[in-house]
């Protein structure tokens, strides 16, 4: 198989860190983050390069970061939650195992407080949230293969979710034990 075993989009906070870490674990896999990659190849913090270098210069840094890890990465790959604005990039995705795990706007402000160290949430953190899901919903749903919802629901049943949306019980995993197969109760 060439790319990523799985892709995971969504808005920020929804926990596709949390969850893509969970499923690196549970399928054995590696797991990737291109915001963290951003992160230590610029030595700063996001907010940082947001408010010292503009949006502009950070989706530049983004679009590389996800095409590297798409290219080199063969386990699980975390999306920052404005990559797909790139149509370059939601061209890249087309055919990966992409899952957008969506979430509403009470869940969000439960999860994050939307606070300021999310810098396009940093005036009126709801609305600017509710605005940005409109704009970039259906580019999620564009991408993905699978929608997994994760309002009140732990990562653990999110990851779990996510493997039964993709078909990826242990037979689809080389090297994964078939006779631990995960249980059917967690519907995505």
């Known amino acids: 198989m060439s790319g990523p075993l799985i892709v995971l989009v969504g808005p920020m906070g929804v926990g596709k860190t949390t969850v893509g870490a969970l499923l690196a674990e549970r399928l054995d896999a ?41 290219a080199e990465h063969p386990g699980v790959v975390a999306l920052g939650g404005g990559a797909i604005l790139d149509k370059d990039t939601r061209e890249l995705l087309a055919g990966l195992p992409v899952v957008y795990l969506s979430m509403e706007a009470n869940e969000a402000v439960r999860r994050t407080g939307l606070g300021l160290a999310r810098p396009l949430l ?28 994760t309002d009140e629901r732990a990562p653990e049943v ?31």
């Open 30 to 70: 590696g797991y990737r983050d291109t915001d963290a990659d951003i992160v230590a190849a610029e030595g700063r913090e996001i907010s940082d390069i947001f408010f010292e270098d503009g949006e502009e210069h950070f989706r530049e840094l983004e679009r590389a970061a996800v095409r590297s890890a798409l």
């Open 158 to 188: 999110v990851a779990e979710a996510v493997i039964e949306a993709l078909g990826l019980g242990p037979a689809a995993v080389p090297g994964a034990d078939p006779s631990a197969t995960p249980g059917k109760e967690n519907q995505a």
């Open 122 to 149: 940093a005036i009126n953190p709801r609305q600017q949230w509710k605005q940005l899901m409109e704009e970039r919903r259906a580019l999620y749903t564009e991408v993905a293969r699978a929608v997994v919802p």
